[in-house]
Each structure stands twice: as C-alpha cells, then as structure tokens.
C-alpha cells in the first residue's frame, strides 16, 4: 500500500458499491475507514478496498452478517504475521470450511442459472412461435 488515502466516493466507484452500502459495512463493524479526515470525511486505504471486495463476494453468496465477520477475522488474523503455528492451523480449518460452504453455494447458483437460462430458451422457442412473421428477425423468416 502506498499510504494514499481515498474518500467513500471513489472507494465506491472502485468497489462498485453504493455509498449507503459502505456506510451499511461500517454501521454494522464489517469494513471501518482507516481514517478520518480534519472535516470528518471517512478515509480508505487500498487495504480497505480489498477488504469492501471480499464482503462483495460474500454477499451474493448468501453470508450473514456473522459468517462475513467470522472469515474477516480468520482471513486477518491468518495474514497477521504474529498468528503462532498452533492457532494458524485452527484458522486455516475454518478457511477450509468456509470454501466448501462457498463450492456448494456456488453449485446452487450455477443450478439456478442453468434452469434460468433453460426458461429463456424456452420463451425464445415460444417467441419464435407466436410472433408474426413480419416481427421476426431475418434469420426467423421462413
């Protein structure tokens, strides 16, 4: 990290989050500004910006609130340097349990787009069909 800080407005357009969202992170203890300016604007760092971009992917997965805090705090304290080898092995368990609920999370949403994408061949078929064949695309008119 550079020691650059950044204000909530271009962490936003870096994270593609909201500023309400960001603010939301904040207000529950997930993702807290490094700083503060004089003015009382929050201030980021990049570290700050990676951290808003785990709690991204988390969020489609369905995590609550604890599970995001609770693989946070393993993810921090696993690259914390002063972690003894005891406790690293403890937290890298957790890490492994969290990628298997994320490999079966994510299975169910390949599941769902199939059969979404299903459905849209489904109505395209059903398009084809039903509209006239002046409303047909070039390809459809035959």
């Given at each position: 990290m550079d020691g650059r800080h950044m204000q909530i407005g271009e962490v936003a357009d870096r994270t593609g989050l909201s500023l309400r969202t960001i603010r939301h992170y904040e207000e529950v203890g997930l993702a807290l500004p490094t700083a503060r300016s004089q003015g009382g604007f929050r201030l980021y760092t990049d570290d700050d910006v990676a951290r808003l971009l785990v709690i991204k992917r988390m969020k489609?997965?369905?995590?609550?609130l604890e599970e995001m805090r609770?693989?946070?705090?393993v993810l921090d304290r696993l690259r914390s340097a002063g972690t003894d080898e005891t406790l690293r092995a403890?937290?890298?368990?957790?890490?492994?349990v969290y990628r298997s609920l994320v490999e079966?999370?994510?299975?169910?949403?390949?599941?769902?787009?199939?059969?979404?994408e299903q459905f849209s061949?489904?109505?395209t078929t059903e398009l084809r069909v039903h509209r006239p064949r002046e409303d047909r695309p070039r390809e459809d008119r035959s």
């Amino acid at each position: 990290m550079d020691g650059r800080h950044m204000q909530i407005g271009e962490v936003a357009d870096r994270t593609g989050l909201s500023l309400r969202t960001i603010r939301h992170y904040e207000e529950v203890g997930l993702a807290l500004p490094t700083a503060r300016s004089q003015g009382g604007f929050r201030l980021y760092t990049d570290d700050d910006v990676a951290r808003l971009l785990v709690i991204k992917r988390m969020k489609p997965l369905d995590f609550t609130l604890e599970e995001m805090r609770d693989l946070l705090t393993v993810l921090d304290r696993l690259r914390s340097a002063g972690t003894d080898e005891t406790l690293r092995a403890d937290l890298a368990e957790r890490l492994a349990v969290y990628r298997s609920l994320v490999e079966e999370r994510c299975a169910k949403i390949r599941a769902r787009l199939s059969d979404a994408e299903q459905f849209s061949a489904e109505l395209t078929t059903e398009l084809r069909v039903h509209r006239p064949r002046e409303d047909r695309p070039r390809e459809d008119r035959s």
